[in-house]
């Protein structure tokens, strides 16, 4: 599997017509599959595609657009996306429906949007294929979970620490040692007060600025 960096979208070529679950052909719009620099140190995960993602097919940055062209301060992906820019992560002046991402992938455990209920664990375990095939394919530094459902699955596979002890709020804002990763896990962002996105901020602009780089036989950016 070879990366094409000509395109941030999909960037693997991942399968865009799955079916690995039939229900979720039936609610989806499209399938989203991850967006942002292949060669990327930060990779954020969340848990399925919100209705913006599902519509545009960008995960977690997505924002829509009003009918004048403006961004719509209320559509999902803003917060994150405004996260992304104070760290200077993301381009400010780009557009919507493909942000600017420097350094950052992000992708989520499943691909389909069920609008109902959240994923099922067989959707989880069908889709984990991929997501392990980007974690692999990119080899990042720190892996940010986004949400607790993304945190359970992320910190099961990627760290020592007991599932149970992994929970947010706790965990937000905080740098957990893993299995070849850190693991800087996030409440997701509309969901965060400003007191706790001013923290979370803080601390991984304390991160960047530090040697978080791990020796696993990549070559330096």
């Given at each position: 599997?070879?990366?094409?960096?000509?395109?941030?979208?999909?960037?693997?070529?991942?399968?865009?017509?799955?079916?690995?679950?039939?229900?979720?052909?039936?609610?989806?719009?499209?399938?989203?599959?991850?967006?942002?620099?292949?060669?990327?140190?930060?990779?954020?995960?969340?848990?399925?595609?919100?209705?913006?993602?599902?519509?545009?097919?960008?995960?977690?940055?997505?924002?829509?657009?009003d009918?004048?062209?403006?961004?719509?301060?209320?559509?999902?992906?803003?917060?994150?996306?405004?996260?992304?820019?104070?760290?200077?992560?993301c381009?400010?002046?780009?557009?919507?429906?493909?942000?600017?991402?420097?350094?950052?992938?992000?992708?989520?455990?499943?691909?389909?949007?069920?609008?109902?209920?959240?994923?099922?664990?067989?959707?989880i375990?069908?889709?984990?294929?991929?997501?392990?095939?980007?974690?692999?394919?990119?080899?990042?530094?720190?892996?940010?979970?986004?949400?607790?459902?993304?945190?359970?699955?992320?910190?099961?596979?990627?760290?020592?620490?007991?599932?149970e002890?992994?929970?947010?709020?706790?965990?937000?804002?905080?740098?957990?040692?893993?299995?070849?990763?850190?693991?800087?896990?996030?409440?997701?962002?509309?969901?965060?007060?400003?007191?706790?996105?001013?923290?979370?901020?803080?601390?991984?602009?304390?991160?960047?600025a530090?040697?978080?780089?791990?020796?696993?036989?990549?070559?330096?950016?």
């Open positions: 599997m070879d990366a094409n960096q000509q395109r941030r979208a999909n960037p693997f070529n991942m399968d865009e017509q799955c079916r690995n679950c039939p229900a979720l052909c039936e609610t989806r719009t499209q399938v989203v599959h991850g967006y942002g620099d292949v060669g990327a140190d930060f990779l954020f995960v969340g848990e399925q595609p919100t209705p913006t993602a599902d519509e545009i097919g960008i995960p977690l940055v997505a924002r829509r657009s009918a004048d062209g403006a961004d719509d301060p209320d559509a999902d992906g803003t917060d994150l996306r405004r996260i992304l820019e104070r760290l200077a992560l381009d400010a002046t780009s557009p919507s429906d493909e942000p600017g991402l420097e350094n950052v992938y992000c992708t989520n455990l499943t691909r389909c949007r069920e609008p109902e209920r959240p994923p099922t664990d067989e959707e375990g069908n889709c984990e294929p991929y997501l392990n095939a980007e974690i692999r394919m990119i080899n990042p530094e720190i892996l940010i979970p986004v949400g607790e459902r993304a945190l359970a699955e992320l910190g099961k596979e990627y760290t020592t620490t007991p599932v002890d992994l929970e947010l709020p706790d965990a937000h804002a905080t740098t957990i040692r893993g299995r070849g990763f850190e693991l800087v896990p996030m409440i997701a962002p509309s969901e965060q007060t400003d007191a706790q996105t001013q923290a979370w901020v803080e601390h991984f602009a304390e991160l960047m530090s040697d978080y780089r791990q020796t696993k036989g990549r070559q330096g950016r």
